[in-house]
C-alpha cells in the first residue's frame, strides 16, 4: 500500500471532529492570517479530505 492509499484510509477513518481540528491545525499552520480563521477555509479542507479519502476504483479500505 502507497503512503497516499494510507493517509486516504486514516481520514477515511477518522472521525468528523478529527478531521476539523485537523484542518483548523493546517490553516493556523499553513494559511495567511486572513484565511486562518475563516471558517469558510476550514470546510474546504475538510471536504478535500473527504474527496482525497474517497476510495479509487478498485480499492477498498
Given at each position: 500500500m502507497s503512503y497516499s492509499n494510507k493517509?486516504?484510509?486514516l481520514l477515511a477513518r477518522?472521525?468528523?471532529?478529527?478531521?476539523?481540528?485537523?484542518?483548523?491545525f493546517l490553516a493556523n499552520?499553513?494559511?495567511?492570517d486572513d484565511h486562518a480563521h475563516d471558517s469558510?477555509?476550514?470546510r474546504?479542507?475538510?471536504?478535500a479530505f473527504d474527496r482525497f479519502?474517497?476510495?479509487?476504483?478498485?480499492e477498498q479500505f
Open positions: 493517509i486516504a484510509e477518522a472521525s468528523e471532529t478529527d478531521k476539523v481540528e485537523f484542518a483548523h499552520n499553513l494559511d495567511s469558510a477555509r476550514v474546504e479542507y475538510v471536504a479519502a474517497a476510495p479509487k476504483q478498485g
